[in-house]
């Protein structure tokens, strides 16, 4: 079955620059998006279709591709953005929505 | 401003049958642009997404449960429906509601879950 592959943990100080990465092979054909879930709460889109921000979402939150890989960048990073981040994507042909196994983002 | 809001039973028993509903409000489950989706959460660990209907009752499911899984929409009460058959204490979970759009596949709107046990 197809998987898309992400670090289980990224951590950086504040104010920094968080980089997540999430890998698949069919990232080429499908897009990707991104969620913050922080503990207790339901997932938060913060990221579709590869770079496009949905309204209310901070612009410190950004989102490119190349190739087989997407990646999720956080810049100023706050306390705040302090959560488990997911990529969720398509297998190639459209059939079933997949997620990356989380990454947890620790502010220092 | 569209809400979903899950509902059922919080314990289920070992090869039983769990049953989980869907409630959307501020919005209708008939409309030709949305899928809604089922996702689930085991304590501690990731998203995994359950499978889809459209409300003319089009589904497709995530293959590694689409031997136990049903969904159903009913249009009349805005509501859709999971019933995954044969739990086991690996299906004890957060279960969530979301809608995604019908010509893409990201979660926009999620109901905020609710927890279920496989326990005798």
């Known amino acids: 079955s197809y998987e898309l592959t992400q670090p289980p943990s990224v951590s950086v100080s504040p104010g920094q620059t968080a980089r997540i990465t999430c890998s698949g092979d069919?990232?080429?054909?499908?897009?990707a998006y991104w969620y913050q879930q922080k503990p207790g709460q339901a997932p938060v889109l913060v990221i579709y279709?590869?770079?496009e921000r949905p309204s209310g979402i901070p612009e410190r939150f950004s989102g490119s591709s190349s190739g087989t890989t997407v990646t999720l960048t956080i810049s100023g990073v706050q306390a705040e953005d302090e959560a488990d981040y997911y990529c969720?994507?398509?297998?190639?042909?459209?059939?079933?929505?997949?997620f990356g196994g989380g990454t947890k983002l620790t502010v220092l | 401003q569209l809400q979903l809001q899950e509902s059922g039973p919080g314990l289920v028993k070992p090869s039983e049958t769990l049953s989980l509903t869907c409630t959307v409000s501020?919005?209708?489950?008939?409309?030709?642009?949305?899928?809604w989706g089922w996702i689930r959460q085991p304590p501690g660990k990731g998203l995994e997404w359950i499978g889809s209907?459209?409300?003319?009752?089009?589904?497709y499911y995530n293959p590694s449960l689409k031997s136990r899984v049903t969904i159903s929409v009913d249009t009349s009460k805005n509501q859709f429906s999971l019933k995954l058959s044969s739990v086991t204490a690996a299906d004890t979970a957060v279960y969530y509601c979301?809608?995604?759009?019908?010509?893409?596949?990201?979660?926009?709107?999620w109901g905020q879950g609710t927890l279920v046990t496989v326990s005798s």
């Open positions: 279709k590869d770079s």
């Open positions: 069919a990232l080429p054909k499908q897009y």
């Open positions: 979301a809608r995604h759009p019908h010509a893409d596949y990201f979660l926009d709107y």
């Open positions: 501020g919005g209708s489950i008939s409309s030709s642009s949305y899928y």
């Open positions: 969720q994507s398509a297998d190639s042909s459209g059939t079933y929505l997949v």
């Open positions: 209907i459209y409300y003319s009752g089009s589904t």
